[in-house]
């Protein structure tokens, strides 16, 4: 049994920060890559971030990049999405994903959490 457990949603206006955790279990994730993803009532899911292994490179979406920063803790198995300077527009379910290479998009990770809601108002 494998599983993303998301955490640290909430409820929070424009301007401020959050911080969100997916630990993962079952399973060692030392060697994958691991992403956020999140999606809005009524939109397709949107890739947000990605950390891969080799030489833990990172990748941004458009939209967030400056704003949020992925990092890991491999000793933990969590992945974590620091996120700055809120917008109204960032409000969605946040979703972790874990696979074995980097895609920007959903069809390319194995593994998913159930979502933590974020809701950012003005």
């Known amino acids: 049994q494998v599983q993303l457990l998301e955490s640290g949603g909430g409820l929070v206006q424009a301007g401020d920060s959050l911080r969100l955790s997916c630990s993962a279990s079952?399973?060692?994730?030392?060697?994958?890559?691991l992403a956020w993803f999140r999606q809005a009532p009524g939109k397709e899911r949107e890739f947000i971030a990605a950390?891969?292994?080799?030489?833990?490179?990172?990748y941004y979406a458009d939209s967030v990049n400056g704003r949020f920063t992925i990092s890991r803790d491999n000793v933990k198995n969590t992945v974590y999405l620091q996120m700055n300077s809120l917008k109204p527009e960032d409000t969605a379910v946040y979703y972790c994903?874990?696979?074995?290479?980097?895609?920007?998009?959903?069809?390319?990770?194995?593994?998913w959490g159930q979502g933590t809601q974020v809701t950012v108002s003005s």
């Open positions: 950390i891969a292994w080799l030489r833990r490179a990172t």
């Open positions: 079952g399973r060692s994730f030392n060697t994958y890559t």
């Open positions: 994903a874990a696979g074995r290479l980097y895609s920007s998009t959903p069809d390319g990770y194995d593994y």
